[in-house]
Protein backbone atom coordinates (compact mmCIF):
# COMPACT_ATOMS: atom_id res chain seq x y z
CA UNK A 1 0.00 0.00 0.00
CA UNK A 2 1.51 3.42 -1.05
CA UNK A 3 2.32 4.91 2.13
CA UNK A 4 0.47 8.05 1.17
CA UNK A 5 -3.26 6.53 1.69
CA UNK A 6 -2.27 4.76 5.10
CA UNK A 7 -4.22 5.83 7.44
CA UNK A 8 -2.91 6.80 10.89
CA UNK A 9 -2.59 3.63 12.86
CA UNK A 10 -1.38 2.10 10.43
CA UNK A 11 1.68 4.96 9.27
CA UNK A 12 2.74 4.76 12.72
CA UNK A 13 3.53 0.79 12.39
CA UNK A 14 4.45 0.36 8.85
CA UNK A 15 5.47 3.80 6.98
CA UNK A 16 8.47 4.27 5.64
CA UNK A 17 9.98 0.94 7.05
CA UNK A 18 10.53 -2.91 5.19
CA UNK A 19 12.15 -5.65 6.51
CA UNK A 20 15.34 -6.22 6.71
CA UNK A 21 17.06 -7.07 3.77
CA UNK A 22 19.91 -9.61 4.71
CA UNK A 23 17.66 -11.12 7.21
CA UNK A 24 14.58 -10.12 6.72
CA UNK A 25 13.97 -9.48 10.46
CA UNK A 26 10.71 -7.79 10.71
CA UNK A 27 11.87 -4.83 13.23
CA UNK A 28 14.91 -2.59 12.09
CA UNK A 29 17.65 -3.87 13.33
CA UNK A 30 19.74 -2.03 15.15
CA UNK A 31 23.06 -0.87 12.91
CA UNK A 32 25.50 -0.48 14.96
CA UNK A 33 28.10 0.30 13.54
CA UNK A 34 30.05 3.44 12.64
CA UNK A 35 31.57 2.88 8.94
CA UNK A 36 30.61 0.49 6.02
CA UNK A 37 32.51 -1.47 3.84
CA UNK A 38 33.20 0.43 0.12
CA UNK A 39 33.84 -1.90 -2.54
CA UNK A 40 35.82 1.40 -4.17
CA UNK A 41 36.32 4.64 -3.07
CA UNK A 42 32.81 6.21 -3.24
CA UNK A 43 31.09 2.91 -4.57
CA UNK A 44 29.05 1.82 -1.29
CA UNK A 45 25.52 0.55 -0.46
CA UNK A 46 24.06 3.84 0.60
CA UNK A 47 26.19 4.09 4.07
CA UNK A 48 29.67 5.52 4.32
CA UNK A 49 29.87 6.81 7.75
CA UNK A 50 27.03 6.55 10.50
CA UNK A 51 27.40 10.62 11.08
CA UNK A 52 26.21 11.14 8.25
CA UNK A 53 23.35 7.83 7.68
CA UNK A 54 22.59 5.32 9.45
CA UNK A 55 20.29 2.45 8.40
CA UNK A 56 18.29 2.14 11.97
CA UNK A 57 18.31 6.03 12.03
CA UNK A 58 17.22 6.66 8.32
CA UNK A 59 13.96 4.11 9.19
CA UNK A 60 13.26 6.26 12.06
CA UNK A 61 13.51 9.69 9.71
CA UNK A 62 11.63 7.76 6.72
CA UNK A 63 8.74 6.78 9.28
CA UNK A 64 8.72 10.70 10.54
CA UNK A 65 8.06 12.21 7.92
CA UNK A 66 5.36 9.83 6.93
CA UNK A 67 3.64 10.92 9.95
CA UNK A 68 4.03 14.53 9.38
CA UNK A 69 3.33 13.99 5.56
CA UNK A 70 6.19 15.55 4.65
CA UNK A 71 9.25 14.10 2.07
CA UNK A 72 12.58 14.31 4.10
CA UNK A 73 13.80 13.33 7.81
CA UNK A 74 16.51 14.26 10.01
CA UNK A 75 16.68 13.32 13.61
CA UNK A 76 19.13 15.10 15.90
CA UNK A 77 20.53 14.05 19.38
CA UNK A 78 17.95 15.94 20.91
CA UNK A 79 14.93 18.27 20.05
CA UNK A 80 17.15 21.57 20.74
CA UNK A 81 19.96 20.00 18.77
CA UNK A 82 16.85 20.17 15.63
CA UNK A 83 16.17 24.03 16.76
CA UNK A 84 19.74 24.71 16.78
CA UNK A 85 20.17 22.82 12.95
CA UNK A 86 16.96 24.80 11.68
CA UNK A 87 18.67 28.34 13.35
CA UNK A 88 21.72 27.63 11.80
CA UNK A 89 19.75 28.08 8.43
CA UNK A 90 20.15 31.94 8.96
CA UNK A 91 22.78 34.28 8.91
CA UNK A 92 23.97 37.37 10.57
CA UNK A 93 21.84 40.07 10.67
CA UNK A 94 18.69 38.09 9.94
CA UNK A 95 15.33 38.22 12.31
CA UNK A 96 13.32 35.52 13.89
CA UNK A 97 9.69 36.39 15.14
CA UNK A 98 8.48 33.70 17.73
CA UNK A 99 5.57 33.91 20.22
CA UNK A 100 5.73 35.06 23.44
CA UNK A 101 5.18 32.09 24.97
CA UNK A 102 7.80 29.51 24.57
CA UNK A 103 9.51 27.02 25.98
CA UNK A 104 12.47 28.14 28.61
CA UNK A 105 15.36 26.00 26.39
CA UNK A 106 14.08 27.33 23.29
CA UNK A 107 14.33 30.85 24.19
CA UNK A 108 17.96 30.31 25.74
CA UNK A 109 18.75 29.44 22.72
CA UNK A 110 17.46 31.68 20.74
CA UNK A 111 18.68 34.38 22.74
CA UNK A 112 21.93 33.32 24.77
CA UNK A 113 23.26 31.13 21.66
CA UNK A 114 22.37 32.60 18.60
CA UNK A 115 21.90 36.42 19.57
CA UNK A 116 25.52 37.07 20.16
CA UNK A 117 26.05 35.59 16.51
CA UNK A 118 23.97 38.28 15.66
CA UNK A 119 20.58 36.88 14.71
CA UNK A 120 17.68 38.72 16.09
CA UNK A 121 14.76 37.54 18.31
CA UNK A 122 11.43 39.21 18.64
CA UNK A 123 8.43 37.79 21.05
CA UNK A 124 4.64 38.52 19.90
CA UNK A 125 1.41 37.25 21.34
CA UNK A 126 0.70 35.14 18.27
CA UNK A 127 -2.88 34.97 18.71
CA UNK A 128 -2.94 38.10 16.69
CA UNK A 129 -1.60 38.23 13.31
CA UNK A 130 -1.38 42.09 13.22
CA UNK A 131 1.07 41.81 15.61
CA UNK A 132 3.44 39.27 13.66
CA UNK A 133 3.01 40.76 10.66
CA UNK A 134 4.16 44.25 12.25
CA UNK A 135 7.43 42.68 13.44
CA UNK A 136 8.05 41.90 10.15
CA UNK A 137 10.76 43.62 8.27
CA UNK A 138 13.24 43.11 5.27
CA UNK A 139 15.61 41.24 7.73
CA UNK A 140 13.26 38.55 8.72
CA UNK A 141 13.73 35.19 7.78
CA UNK A 142 11.76 33.11 9.70
CA UNK A 143 8.38 32.66 11.79
CA UNK A 144 9.06 29.89 14.88
CA UNK A 145 5.42 28.70 15.86
CA UNK A 146 4.76 26.42 18.84
CA UNK A 147 1.23 24.94 19.64
CA UNK A 148 -0.19 24.37 21.70
CA UNK A 149 2.36 26.59 23.27
CA UNK A 150 4.51 25.57 26.45
CA UNK A 151 3.06 26.07 29.09
CA UNK A 152 0.01 28.35 28.51
CA UNK A 153 -1.33 25.89 25.78
CA UNK A 154 -2.16 28.90 23.70
CA UNK A 155 -3.10 27.92 20.10
CA UNK A 156 -1.63 29.54 17.16
CA UNK A 157 -3.53 29.34 13.99
CA UNK A 158 -1.07 27.58 12.03
CA UNK A 159 -2.86 28.42 8.20
CA UNK A 160 -3.40 32.18 9.00
CA UNK A 161 0.43 31.95 9.85
CA UNK A 162 1.67 30.79 6.99
CA UNK A 163 -0.55 33.24 4.81
CA UNK A 164 1.71 35.70 6.29
CA UNK A 165 4.89 33.43 6.01
CA UNK A 166 4.25 33.13 2.14
CA UNK A 167 3.38 36.59 1.69
CA UNK A 168 6.44 37.87 2.83
CA UNK A 169 8.65 35.32 1.57
CA UNK A 170 9.81 33.82 4.86
CA UNK A 171 10.56 30.19 6.32
CA UNK A 172 7.58 28.95 8.99
CA UNK A 173 8.69 26.74 11.53
CA UNK A 174 6.39 24.94 14.27
CA UNK A 175 7.78 23.18 17.57
CA UNK A 176 4.86 19.84 16.54
CA UNK A 177 5.85 18.49 20.17
CA UNK A 178 3.34 18.56 22.70
CA UNK A 179 0.40 18.01 19.62
CA UNK A 180 2.48 15.30 17.48
CA UNK A 181 1.74 13.92 14.17
CA UNK A 182 -1.22 12.19 15.98
CA UNK A 183 -3.53 15.55 16.49
CA UNK A 184 -2.05 18.09 13.68
CA UNK A 185 0.32 18.25 10.80
CA UNK A 186 1.86 21.73 10.47
CA UNK A 187 3.09 21.10 6.92
CA UNK A 188 -0.45 20.60 5.61
CA UNK A 189 -1.21 23.77 7.13
CA UNK A 190 1.49 25.46 5.10
CA UNK A 191 4.54 24.75 7.24
CA UNK A 192 8.02 24.79 5.83
CA UNK A 193 9.62 22.77 8.86
CA UNK A 194 8.24 20.64 11.44
CA UNK A 195 10.46 20.01 14.71
CA UNK A 196 9.61 17.88 17.57
CA UNK A 197 11.52 16.64 20.66
CA UNK A 198 11.15 13.03 20.42
CA UNK A 199 12.13 12.71 24.17
CA UNK A 200 8.99 13.43 24.38
CA UNK A 201 5.52 11.72 23.40
CA UNK A 202 6.82 10.08 20.29
CA UNK A 203 9.47 7.88 22.09
CA UNK A 204 7.29 7.72 24.82
CA UNK A 205 8.73 6.08 27.51
CA UNK A 206 11.15 8.34 29.33
CA UNK A 207 14.48 6.36 28.04
CA UNK A 208 15.35 8.18 24.95
CA UNK A 209 16.45 12.32 23.94
CA UNK A 210 16.30 12.87 20.62
CA UNK A 211 15.05 15.65 18.14
CA UNK A 212 13.63 15.91 15.07
CA UNK A 213 13.00 17.82 11.82
CA UNK A 214 10.78 17.20 8.87
CA UNK A 215 10.23 19.17 5.42
CA UNK A 216 8.29 18.60 2.47
CA UNK A 217 11.39 20.23 -0.22
CA UNK A 218 13.62 18.89 -1.75
CA UNK A 219 16.26 22.10 -1.51
CA UNK A 220 15.23 23.24 2.17
CA UNK A 221 16.20 19.15 2.76
CA UNK A 222 19.42 19.13 0.92
CA UNK A 223 20.34 22.34 3.25
CA UNK A 224 19.26 20.72 6.57
CA UNK A 225 20.82 17.57 5.74
CA UNK A 226 24.05 19.19 4.82
CA UNK A 227 23.96 20.70 8.23
CA UNK A 228 22.94 17.74 10.22
CA UNK A 229 26.44 16.28 8.53
CA UNK A 230 28.48 19.25 8.53
CA UNK A 231 27.83 19.90 12.79
CA UNK A 232 26.90 16.34 13.56
CA UNK A 233 24.98 16.57 16.49
CA UNK A 234 23.36 13.24 15.31
CA UNK A 235 21.49 10.20 17.54
CA UNK A 236 22.67 6.97 17.85
CA UNK A 237 21.25 3.89 16.32
CA UNK A 238 20.50 2.43 19.83
CA UNK A 239 17.95 5.75 20.50
CA UNK A 240 16.52 5.51 17.03
CA UNK A 241 15.42 2.06 17.16
CA UNK A 242 13.68 2.87 20.97
CA UNK A 243 12.13 5.73 19.15
CA UNK A 244 10.82 3.53 16.48
CA UNK A 245 9.77 1.54 19.05
CA UNK A 246 7.61 3.95 20.89
CA UNK A 247 6.09 5.29 17.78
CA UNK A 248 4.32 2.43 17.12
CA UNK A 249 2.17 2.34 19.64
CA UNK A 250 1.57 6.32 19.31
CA UNK A 251 -1.89 6.74 18.06
CA UNK A 252 -3.02 4.34 21.07
CA UNK A 253 -1.16 6.19 23.93
CA UNK A 254 -2.19 9.66 22.29
CA UNK A 255 -5.95 8.29 22.93
CA UNK A 256 -5.42 7.73 25.73
CA UNK A 257 -3.42 10.44 26.69
CA UNK A 258 -6.24 12.79 25.53
CA UNK A 259 -8.82 10.95 27.37
CA UNK A 260 -7.47 11.41 31.23
CA UNK A 261 -6.54 14.96 29.77
CA UNK A 262 -10.24 15.82 29.31
CA UNK A 263 -11.19 14.24 32.35
CA UNK A 264 -8.77 16.04 35.02
CA UNK A 265 -9.17 19.44 33.28
CA UNK A 266 -12.46 19.32 33.38
CA UNK A 267 -12.26 18.29 36.95
CA UNK A 268 -9.75 21.11 38.41
CA UNK A 269 -11.74 23.59 36.40
CA UNK A 270 -14.42 23.06 39.40
CA UNK A 271 -11.95 22.40 42.13
CA UNK A 272 -12.17 25.19 44.84
CA UNK A 273 -8.11 25.57 45.34
CA UNK A 274 -7.80 26.04 41.29
CA UNK A 275 -7.43 29.54 39.83
CA UNK A 276 -7.30 28.86 36.38
CA UNK A 277 -7.13 26.27 33.88
CA UNK A 278 -5.11 26.27 30.93
CA UNK A 279 -6.14 23.22 28.17
CA UNK A 280 -7.64 24.14 24.61
CA UNK A 281 -10.36 21.85 25.04
CA UNK A 282 -12.44 24.35 27.06
CA UNK A 283 -14.97 26.49 24.99
CA UNK A 284 -14.03 29.40 26.90
CA UNK A 285 -10.15 28.70 25.64
CA UNK A 286 -9.26 32.14 23.73
CA UNK A 287 -8.34 29.80 20.42
CA UNK A 288 -11.00 26.96 20.94
CA UNK A 289 -12.44 27.41 17.60
CA UNK A 290 -8.90 27.22 16.11
CA UNK A 291 -7.91 24.12 18.06
CA UNK A 292 -11.05 22.08 16.89
CA UNK A 293 -10.05 23.48 13.42
CA UNK A 294 -6.60 22.23 13.36
CA UNK A 295 -6.23 19.73 15.70
CA UNK A 296 -8.54 16.76 16.28
CA UNK A 297 -7.98 16.60 19.67
CA UNK A 298 -6.72 18.49 22.59
CA UNK A 299 -4.11 16.46 24.22
CA UNK A 300 -2.84 15.95 27.66
CA UNK A 301 -0.58 17.95 28.72
CA UNK A 302 -2.53 20.80 31.53
CA UNK A 303 -1.35 24.01 33.41
CA UNK A 304 -3.18 25.58 36.41
CA UNK A 305 -2.50 27.78 38.85
CA UNK A 306 -3.66 27.79 42.58
CA UNK A 307 -5.78 30.52 44.40
CA UNK A 308 -3.43 33.11 45.88
CA UNK A 309 -0.61 32.38 43.58
CA UNK A 310 1.65 31.35 46.13
CA UNK A 311 4.92 29.38 45.28
CA UNK A 312 5.46 27.50 48.83
CA UNK A 313 1.96 25.99 48.09
CA UNK A 314 2.60 24.90 44.35
CA UNK A 315 5.88 23.57 45.89
CA UNK A 316 3.48 21.59 48.53
CA UNK A 317 1.26 20.82 46.40
CA UNK A 318 3.80 18.80 43.39
CA UNK A 319 5.68 17.59 46.61
CA UNK A 320 2.62 15.32 47.98
CA UNK A 321 1.38 13.86 44.65
CA UNK A 322 1.84 9.39 44.81
CA UNK A 323 1.09 8.99 41.42
CA UNK A 324 2.49 11.95 39.32
CA UNK A 325 6.10 12.61 39.29
CA UNK A 326 7.59 15.76 39.72
CA UNK A 327 10.00 15.78 37.01
CA UNK A 328 11.54 17.34 33.95
CA UNK A 329 9.94 16.69 30.55
CA UNK A 330 6.38 15.27 29.52
CA UNK A 331 5.02 13.19 26.88
CA UNK A 332 6.04 9.43 28.64
CA UNK A 333 3.65 6.82 29.35
CA UNK A 334 3.85 7.64 32.76
CA UNK A 335 2.05 11.08 34.61
CA UNK A 336 4.41 13.48 35.49
CA UNK A 337 4.27 17.54 37.37
CA UNK A 338 6.35 20.35 37.13
CA UNK A 339 6.74 24.11 37.95
CA UNK A 340 7.61 25.93 34.78
CA UNK A 341 9.02 28.80 36.54
CA UNK A 342 11.61 27.38 38.66
CA UNK A 343 12.14 24.43 36.14
CA UNK A 344 11.61 24.09 32.50
CA UNK A 345 11.18 27.93 31.84
CA UNK A 346 13.69 29.77 34.69
CA UNK A 347 15.71 30.43 31.88
CA UNK A 348 13.33 33.33 31.00
CA UNK A 349 13.26 36.31 33.03
CA UNK A 350 10.63 36.21 35.90
CA UNK A 351 8.86 39.58 34.64
CA UNK A 352 8.59 38.08 30.84
CA UNK A 353 7.65 35.02 32.58
CA UNK A 354 4.84 36.24 34.08
CA UNK A 355 4.02 38.90 31.58
CA UNK A 356 3.17 35.63 29.27
CA UNK A 357 1.22 34.55 32.17
CA UNK A 358 3.81 32.07 33.63
CA UNK A 359 3.20 32.39 37.57
CA UNK A 360 4.76 31.35 40.50
CA UNK A 361 1.68 29.38 41.15
CA UNK A 362 1.76 27.37 37.59
CA UNK A 363 1.71 23.66 37.86
CA UNK A 364 2.02 21.75 34.61
CA UNK A 365 0.49 17.69 34.01
CA UNK A 366 1.51 15.53 31.34
CA UNK A 367 -1.39 13.31 32.22
CA UNK A 368 -0.05 9.63 31.58
CA UNK A 369 -1.98 6.74 30.52
CA UNK A 370 -2.50 5.45 33.80
CA UNK A 371 -6.12 4.72 35.06
CA UNK A 372 -7.97 7.95 35.76
CA UNK A 373 -9.59 6.98 38.95
CA UNK A 374 -6.06 6.43 40.07
CA UNK A 375 -4.72 10.14 39.05
CA UNK A 376 -7.70 11.99 40.31
CA UNK A 377 -7.08 10.39 43.20
CA UNK A 378 -3.67 11.82 43.26
CA UNK A 379 -4.68 15.07 42.35
CA UNK A 380 -7.38 15.47 45.28
CA UNK A 381 -5.13 14.34 48.11
CA UNK A 382 -2.32 16.69 47.10
CA UNK A 383 -4.61 19.74 46.53
CA UNK A 384 -5.79 18.61 49.97
CA UNK A 385 -2.38 19.28 51.46
CA UNK A 386 -3.16 23.00 51.06
Known amino acids: MDKEKMRFGTKVIHAGLEPDSATGAVMTPIYQTSTYHQKTPGEHKGFAYSRTSNPTRKALENNLAALENGKFGMCFGSGLAAIDAAIKLLKSGDEVISTDDLYGGTYRIFTQIFEPFGIKFKFVP ?98 LYFIQNSSGAVCGPQDSFLVLRGIKTLHLRMQRHCENGKVIANYLKSHPKVAGVFWPGFEDHPNHEIAKKQMCDFGGMISFTLKGDLQEEA ?55 EDISDLLEDIEFALNQI
Open 126 to 223: MNDMAQIEAAITSNTKMIWVETPTNPMMNIIDIAAVSAIAKKHRVLLAVDNTFATPYLQTPLDLGADIVMHSLTKYLGGHSDVVMGALVCKDAVLAER
Open 315 to 369: YKVMSSFRVFTLAESLGGVESLICHPASMTHAAIPKEQRQKSGVLDSMIRLSVGV
